[in-house]
């Protein structure tokens, strides 16, 4: 949907002067303008008719009249001054509508909400760099899957488009940031997850963040503080924990250090009850780890940097360029696709690009008093691990 910018003089004087109906997708002014356009020009016709028949009848009160005419003239001058009739009702006409996005630089409304009785609508965040196939089956499945739900949603592809290394935590703080503010809860949402069973809800999470893929039910991951693959929040607890960090270029930790948040947020995590369905079967992971395979290498301090809690980088600090914004729709689905290009400050994370420096050198010293700032606990992996993917 496209939406007049509220902030354009034109349109500040269509709201103070006439209430709008919508018709379609732009908003226009209701008919009053033309109604107080036909009071006035029928007014000075009146006027005008009145001081010709005075004159003609050449009596003493004539100019008493004529003076009455010329002060309600000045009155009739004076009003429309600041806005004429003519603007007024050119209100539908002469706006550009702008793409929501330029729109105190967010989108403000995408769709309508279809399902008037959810009272919430979910921004589907998802972070993506070529995985085409996966998202082909993905876009389609989750907007089926949700529509059976009467969720109202959108679909955001957070697409990285530079030459760094993937960073799943700082697109999903671009979509926060870019994705319509209509939207009051997100789903940080991997593409290769489909949900299969339809007992996994995506209702809004009122008492807190709602860790739809649980460990007892992900096809992979099975260690109790895991929260990766599909985490519902609301806007207003991903805010107050300065979302991501923007240090975790590469694969892994970025999701156990955003559950150190939210504990230290005391933020309770909520999750499933067990389903029949089992880790085999509440989900399909469309992971082929040959064809893709996950960027583990580390490099600089990254590995001993990357095991703590980061108190510096965050929402607040991710810094990106939206090169552009497109709405497609695959078999159906509509979505948002956002090109996006990070940026990386190589003084604080040179382990975004790896080409110069593969293996573990440390090389700023970094003092990590706190044992509880630690945010990976060794994993016996046999036991939190399925051969999945
Ligand atoms: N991802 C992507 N391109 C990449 C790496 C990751 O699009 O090169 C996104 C994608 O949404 C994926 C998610 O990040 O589902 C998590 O990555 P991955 O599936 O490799 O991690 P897993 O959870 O399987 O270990
Ligand atoms: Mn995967």
């Given at each position: ?14 709201l ?21 356009h ?33 002060f ?45 009785n ?36 959108h ?48 209702e809004?999470p ?18 109790p ?7 519902l ?67 600089y ?8 809690r ?36 190589r ?33 016996n ?9």
């Amino acid at each position: 949907m496209s939406l007049y910018r509220q902030d354009d003089p034109n349109v500040r004087k269509c709201l103070r002067h006439g209430s709008f109906h919508s018709k379609g997708n732009i908003l226009l002014p209701s008919n009053t303008c033309r109604n107080l356009h036909h009071v006035k020009s029928s007014l000075a016709w009146e006027m005008g008719s009145t001081l010709a028949t005075m004159l003609r009848m050449r009596r003493p009160t004539t100019v008493l009249w004529s003076l009455g005419f010329c002060f309600l003239l000045f009155l009739y001058v004076l009003f429309p001054s600041t806005n004429t009739v003519a603007d007024q009702c050119e209100c539908h006409s002469n706006q550009n509508p702008v793409t929501a996005n330029s729109f105190f630089g967010h989108s403000l409304v995408e769709d309508s909400k279809p399902f008037p009785n959810d009272k919430h609508k979910l921004a589907v965040l998802i972070p993506f760099r070529d995985r085409f196939e996966e998202l082909m089956e993905f876009a389609p499945h989750i907007h089926k899957f949700l529509n059976a739900q009467h969720k109202n949603h959108h679909l955001y592809i957070i697409n990285q488009v530079d030459n760094l290394r993937f960073n799943r935590a700082s697109l999903l703080n671009v979509g926060f940031l870019e994705s319509g503010i209509d939207c009051d809860y997100i789903a940080m949402h991997d593409v290769d997850l489909l949900p299969m069973n339809a007992a996994l809800t995506y209702e809004f999470p009122y008492d807190g963040p709602y860790h739809v893929a649980a460990p007892h039910l992900h096809p992979r991951y099975h260690y109790p503080t895991f929260i990766g693959g599909i985490l519902l929040i609301r806007r207003e607890h991903f805010r107050k924990v300065d979302g991501l960090s923007n240090k975790y270029w590469g694969w892994g930790l970025e999701d156990d250090e955003f559950y150190a948040r939210l504990k230290e947020a005391k933020l309770d995590i909520f999750r499933p009850g067990n389903l029949t369905s089992g880790t085999k079967h509440t989900f399909r992971h469309i992971h082929d780890r040959q064809i893709r395979r996950r960027d583990m290498i580390k490099c600089y301090n990254q590995q001993e940097i990357t095991r703590h809690r980061d108190r510096q980088t965050g929402l607040s600090s991710v810094r990106y360029q939206v090169q552009s914004k497109i709405e497609i729709t695959i078999q159906g689905s509509p979505l948002t696709v956002l090109n996006v290009v990070l940026e990386c400050d190589r003084f604080v994370t040179p382990w975004c690009d790896c080409t110069e420096n593969i293996g573990n050198t440390p090389k700023t010293p970094h003092d990590f008093k706190k044992t509880e700032d630690v945010i990976v606990p060794k994993l016996n992996r046999k036991k939190h691990l399925s051969q999945d993917g």
